[in-house]
T-cell receptor
Framework: GAVVSQHPSWVICKSGTSVKIECRSLDFQATTMFWYRQFPKQSLMLMATSNEGSKATYEQGVEKDKFLINHASLTLSTLTVTSAHPEDSSFYIC?????????FGPGTRLTVL | SQKIEQNSEALNIQEGKTATLTCNYTNYSPAYLQWYRQDPGRGPVFLLLIRENEKEKRKERLKVTFDTTLKQSLFHITASQPADSATYLCALGDTGRRALTFGSGTRLQVQP
């Protein structure tokens, strides 16, 4: 099946710093990628839909100035958590839309101290 | 508002038995429903998709049913094995909005 990678797999940062997470579709092109966030023992919550070459669409309650999304190519979307705070600590998962199916990345564990 | 409910209690079963997990939803008319497996610290892995006009889908030891009247899907793992221990998520989708809406998952523990 199609492969989606994320980098880094985990990151620890200080409060106030910015962190960039990359999501790549390795063997297919994805015009649409999704970013989800998952807190412990909770569901995956959609944060935003990333469309190649255009602005991301954010879900209600997600601050677009805090979670910057760039989808510059058909195989790469990035999520930058700006001025991170401890409450941003979570598991961030991306997915890439294939022809008729979503393929999920392995996730990135962000811990903000 | 849309709501997806999965049994938050962990399901413990003996190896070789059939595990049955439930997904109920309200205020939603999905075009399809998917089941995923998620291991700790990992992203979800796709297992099965069933469309609104399908009643049942099978894949090896897995079986999914979809009752749009009851607004419920059942996910069965037959001849369960300890390696099947994981959290299982149901996710609903529609043709217009391609992002998925996930339930919170049910943790399955298969005892040897």
């Amino acid at each position: 099946g199609a492969v989606v990678s994320q980098h880094p797999s985990w990151v620890i940062c200080k409060s106030g710093t910015s962190v960039k997470i990359e999501c790549r579709s390795l063997d297919f092109q994805a015009t649409t990628m999704f970013w989800y966030r998952q807190f412990p023992k909770q569901s995956l919550m959609l944060m935003a839909t990333s469309n190649e070459g255009s602005k991301a669409t954010y879900e209600q309650g997600v601050e677009k100035d805090k979670f910057l999304i760039n989808h510059a190519s058909l195989t790469l979307s990035t999520l930058t958590v700006t001025s991170a705070h401890p409450e941003d600590s979570s598991f961030y998962i991306c997915s890439a839309m294939g022809y008729n199916e979503q393929f999920f990345g392995p996730g990135t564990r962000l811990t903000v101290l | 508002s849309q709501k997806i409910e999965q049994n938050s209690e962990a399901l413990n079963i003996q190896e070789g038995k059939t595990a049955t997990l439930t997904c109920n939803y309200t205020n939603y008319s999905p075009a399809y429903l998917q089941w995923y497996r998620q291991d700790p610290g990992r992203g979800p892995v796709f297992l099965l998709l069933i469309r609104e006009n399908e009643k049942e889908k099978r894949k090896e030891r897995l079986k999914v049913t979809f009752d749009t009247t009851l607004k419920q899907s059942l996910f069965h793992i037959t001849a369960s094995q300890p390696a099947d221990s994981a959290t299982y998520l149901c996710a609903l989708g529609d043709t217009g909005r391609r992002a998925l809406t996930f339930g919170s998952g049910t943790r399955l523990q298969v005892q040897p």
